[in-house]
């Protein structure tokens, strides 16, 4: 028997297409076949990077002495921990200096609960930043938690699954993130982009004309992002422009984050909540935007009406303790400001 | 069937390697295309048939494990394992730079397709730009590649054919 391989080629092309079709539809769906192809291929995974890494471990020792690898790489660690540490207390800072002068303030204080996991691989391709972590559901992950590095934003989970989880960076070609310039908490969208990758750097845009920033100002997240919590640090800005149309501004970004060396990171293991409103809409608009946001399965956050967002946000989430003690690395105490400034 | 195993094993083992985070192994944050290599030397040595499949299966799981659709990597791949697999009417046994060019033709037709569907479709017009910074350091790198993994992957077909003659 002889088959023709042009007409395997043709009934190839209909599958594929037939599949991109049904994947578009019915994404959801197909998440068990990802998930259960993935399992399989995680511990393959970390078992290639054990293997990597012990043998680069052995080259190392012949260039250094052990104990002072171990020794650098703790301290590192506690560097980082302390820069974020540090950050933390000086945002807080800032946030009491204008509290201060008001006269109602109401604070609260979330402890985020975070846990540790290893990258273990990237996307096969060169195009994206998408990358695998070693830890999912099974952790006690889910899809829409942030991810940090030492001190500073790295992404967001985009997919979880039992013992994996799938995470997007911000310096992807995909992503955007709602940013908030710490000292003048005028808002603007952090966006990846390939282009700019090289220079380790990446976009700022829709600042607002007025914003009185300068070169270096922090960039932190803001409190109008749907999926990110407050007060993450993303980067420094530079190269401030004022837009062709004479309305917004644009910059760079240099991460806080080293993402070429992106060994380990800290998932914060508690949901952004999603804002609801205190009362009933009247508005149509508002109506349709909030449908939109309470749907919106996005990995990255989607650019709402701002004064839609200031009334939705007023009412933060209830910090309740959600610490349960078996993660592997609980980071206490970074505790960030949310406060309720509407009256 | 040991060959279809032995294509399975290939591809696996290529698909942990490529996915693994071995910084050594990547010069200037780009990795070498080693499962393209796969498809288009297995398609020069076997031809259209073989090279079909083995693009599809290979697209297909990088399309599973990674892919927003489902579908998108098996056709990029399909098509260049079947189009490959017209330059096994002159395949040689010892020819070794013959498969090294197709590779770097494979690379670039595969980097121009995910610029079109990945990025062209969402208005990233500067292909000059994604030219340089990405398929060309692809492509070089994955040639460079090539020359090693198409030997292996000579050594191992020769030796199942020489399996199914015996066989016979």
């Given at each position: 028997m002889h ?5 395997v ?7 594929c ?7 578009f539809r ?6 068990p ?5 993935g399992?399989?291929?995680t511990p393959m995974?970390k ?9 680069s471990?052995?080259l190392?020792?012949?260039?250094n002495i052990?104990?002072?690898?171990a020794?650098?790489e703790?301290?590192k660690?506690?560097i980082n921990?302390?820069?974020?540490e540090n950050?933390?207390l000086?945002?807080?800072k800032?946030e009491l200096?204008?509290?201060?002068e008001?006269y109602?303030?109401?604070?609260k ?5 975070k846990v540790?996991a ?11 930043s998408?990358?695998t972590?070693d830890?999912?559901t099974?952790?006690?992950?889910a899809k829409?938690?942030?991810?940090m590095?030492?001190n500073?934003l790295?992404?967001?989970?985009t997919e ?5 989880s799938?995470v997007r960076?911000i ?5 955007n993130?709602?940013g ?6 005028d808002?603007?969208?952090?966006q990846g982009?390939l282009?700019l990758?090289?220079?380790?750097k990446?976009?700022v ?5 007025d ?12 409190h ?5 919590h ?14 062709s149309s004479?309305m917004?501004?644009s910059a760079y970004?240099?991460?806080?984050v080293d993402?070429d060396?992106?060994e380990?990171v800290l998932i ?11 009362e009933p809409?009247t508005d ?12 919106t399965?996005e990995?990255?956050d ?5 004064e ?7 009412d933060?989430a209830?910090d309740?303790d959600?610490?349960t ?6 980071i206490?105490n970074?505790a960030?400001t949310?406060?309720?400034?509407t009256? | ?10 591809i ?6 490529q996915?693994s985070?071995f ?7 780009i990795?070498p ?6 498809v288009?030397?297995?398609?020069y040595?076997r031809g259209?048939?073989t090279g079909?499949?083995i ?9 599973i494990?990674?892919g927003?659709l489902?579908g ?6 399909m ?8 330059a096994?009417k002159?395949?040689s046994?010892d ?5 090294i060019?197709f590779?770097?033709?494979s690379?670039f037709v595969?980097?121009?397709f995910?610029y ?5 479709l969402?208005?990233?017009?500067n292909?000059?730009?994604y030219?340089?910074r ?6 070089i790198y994955t ?8 030997k292996i ?5 020769n030796?199942?054919d ?6 016979e």
């Amino acid at each position: 028997m002889h088959i023709n391989p042009k007409h395997v080629l043709i009934a190839g092309v209909i599958l594929c297409i037939a599949i991109v079709g049904i994947s578009f539809r019915f994404g959801e769906q197909l998440k068990p076949v990802r998930a259960a192809v993935g399992s399989v291929f995680t511990p393959m995974q970390k078992g290639i990077n054990i293997v990597g890494t012990f043998i680069s471990d052995k080259l190392d020792n012949f260039k250094n002495i052990n104990d002072l690898l171990a020794e650098n790489e703790d301290l590192k660690q506690q560097i980082n921990m302390l820069t974020y540490e540090n950050k933390m207390l000086l945002q807080d800072k800032y946030e009491l200096d204008g509290l201060r002068e008001l006269y109602e303030l109401d604070q609260k204080y979330l402890d985020y609960p975070k846990v540790a996991a290893r990258v273990i691989s990237k996307d096969p391709g060169n195009w994206y930043s998408v990358f695998t972590i070693d830890k999912g559901t099974k952790d006690g992950l889910a899809k829409g938690m942030n991810v940090m590095a030492g001190n500073g934003l790295v992404g967001i989970i985009t997919e979880c699954y039992y013992n994996y989880s799938i995470v997007r960076s911000i310096i992807d070609d995909k992503s955007n993130v709602w940013g908030m310039f710490l000292k003048s908490s005028d808002d603007c969208v952090v966006q990846g982009d390939l282009q700019l990758m090289d220079e380790g750097k990446i976009r700022v845009e829709l600042i607002s004309r007025d914003a009185e920033i300068m070169d270096g100002y922090e960039v932190v997240t803001s409190h109008i992002s749907p999926n990110f919590h407050q007060g993450i640090l993303i980067g420094y800005i530079s190269n401030i422009e004022l837009d062709s149309s004479n309305m917004t501004k644009s910059a760079y970004l240099t991460p806080a984050v080293d993402f070429d060396h992106l060994e380990e990171v800290l998932i914060i293991t508690e949901l952004k909540e999603q804002p609801q409103l205190k009362e009933p809409p009247t508005d149509t608009e508002v109506t349709i935007d909030v449908d939109a946001l309470a749907e919106t399965d996005e990995d990255t956050d989607t650019l709402i009406d701002e004064e839609n967002q200031v009334d939705v946000n007023s009412d933060t989430a209830s910090d309740e303790d959600t610490n349960t003690g078996d993660y592997d690395t609980e980071i206490g105490n970074d505790a960030t400001t949310n406060s309720d400034v509407t009256e | 069937m040991k060959r279809i195993i032995v294509y399975f094993l290939e591809i696996i083992i290529l698909f942990v390697i490529q996915t693994s985070t071995f910084h050594y192994f990547g010069l200037a944050n780009i990795m070498p295309n080693l499962l393209l290599i796969l498809v288009v030397s297995t398609a020069y040595m076997r031809g259209r048939m073989t090279g079909l499949g083995i693009g599809f299966f290979t697209g297909l799981l990088v399309d599973i494990v990674y892919g927003e659709l489902i579908g998108l990597y098996a056709f990029i791949y399909m098509i260049i394992g079947y189009f490959m697999g017209y330059a096994n009417k002159i395949y040689s046994n010892d020819d070794y730079t013959l498969p090294i060019f197709f590779v770097a033709v494979s690379d670039f037709v595969y980097g121009f397709f995910y610029y079109i569907f990945g990025f062209l479709l969402r208005g990233r017009l500067n292909l000059l730009f994604y030219m340089r910074r990405i398929i060309l350091p692809e492509i070089i790198y994955t040639v460079a590649a090539s020359v090693f993994l198409y030997k292996i992957l000579n050594i191992i077909n020769n030796r199942l054919d020489r399996i199914e003659i015996e066989g016979e």
